[in-house]
């Protein structure tokens, strides 16, 4: 009797075990438990803890209440100025209600990621590509509203929305490269356009200064010259003045007083045409001088007539004229 009263002290113990065992779950810190009674919700979602349910009647579902990086496959599509982009992101979501996220919705993960999905596709074709590269913080709070919006229903909370990358075209890169380096071309260019006008401006001042004082250009030049000749150079280069020039070309050009034959500039030489006609004239003058005369028919014809030979002595005086030049006579 003994003995049949402690098997069934034993067996009631093991059953009890068993059924505790069953009965029994554990919530972790950041899960919420839902318990479906028969396939119905049953109370609150159950805190952290300890949770009792019936056995083989009660089911306890764990959901996760931390924030769930979702990231979103590369969506491709047309901006607002007709330009083909790829664009990815990333969702940062949470639940705040455990029964409705399991219960309104199959897989709220699937659910916020096709939703995610969508919106980015809408967003790019809203967008133009200088808000895609440029001003994504507007872009990012516009897309969250568009994924919490119907989030809402479903029991979870968006937390954050961010654009990760914007993949373009070969030919757009390309084409942006181009105009960045214009721009950073045209900006250079005003640069140095300003840096002219003001050192022209104090070039124009400094110009004016050495005017009003002749003594500063020369004082500025020999600190030209001590600044190059400080270094070492074989070569020493000094400014000449262009009026100098003009001037001693302007004195080489004026006459030269009548009678000084040491200082007479030679004549340049006539051209051949020049030579050819002048040598003609000096045979013929030459020929008048000595008495040959050439006699001419009525018909116009000049006869050929023999030279007269002139008679001179051995000797040939210089004489000067009353002029002071000197004078060549025969005897």
Not at 59 to 67: A, H, P
Not at 132 to 153: F, W, Y
Not at 166 to 192: C, F, G, H, Y
């Amino acid at each position: 009797m003994v003995q049949e009263v402690v098997t069934a002290v034993i067996t009631a113990g093991c059953v009890g075990f068993v059924y505790l065992t069953a009965a029994m779950r554990v919530v972790k810190q950041y899960e919420r438990g839902v318990v479906f009674r028969l396939g119905r919700q049953t109370g609150e979602p159950r805190e952290p803890g300890l949770a009792v349910i019936v056995p083989f009647v009660d089911r306890l579902y764990k959901v996760n209440m931390q924030i769930v990086t979702l990231p979103i496959p590369a969506q491709e599509g047309i901006t607002r100025d007709n330009v083909t982009v790829r664009v990815d992101a990333v969702v940062y979501f949470k639940v705040i209600d455990a029964a409705s996220a399991l219960i309104r919705v199959e897989d709220y993960k699937f659910a916020v990621s096709q939703m995610a999905q969508t919106s980015l596709r809408s967003i790019i074709g809203k967008s133009d590509l200088d808000d895609l590269l440029s001003n994504r913080e507007k872009l990012n709070q516009g897309l969250e509203l568009m994924i919490d919006s119907p989030a809402v229903g479903w029991g979870v909370q968006i937390d954050r929305v961010e654009i990760k990358d914007v993949s373009l075209p070969d030919t757009m890169k390309r084409s942006m490269a181009r105009q960045a380096e214009a721009d950073r071309d045209r900006r250079a260019r005003i640069i140095n356009a300003d840096a002219e006008f003001q050192a022209s401006k104090k070039l124009a001042e400094a110009a004016q200064q050495m005017a009003d004082t002749p003594a500063a250009l020369q004082l500025r030049l020999l600190q030209t010259v001590t600044a190059v000749a400080a270094e070492k150079n074989s070569t020493l280069v000094l400014p000449f003045p262009v009026e100098l020039l003009r001037f001693l070309e302007k004195a080489q050009r004026e006459p030269e007083p009548h009678g000084s034959l040491d200082r007479r500039v030679a004549p340049t030489a006539p051209s051949t045409p020049e030579r050819l006609l002048e040598g003609e004239r000096t045979s013929e003058d030459d020929r008048t001088s000595e008495g040959v005369r050439a006699p001419v028919d009525p018909g116009g014809a000049v006869t050929e007539a023999a030279p007269i030979t002139p008679v001179r002595s051995s000797a040939d005086a210089v004489t000067p004229d009353t002029d002071g030049s000197a004078a060549r006579t025969r005897t």
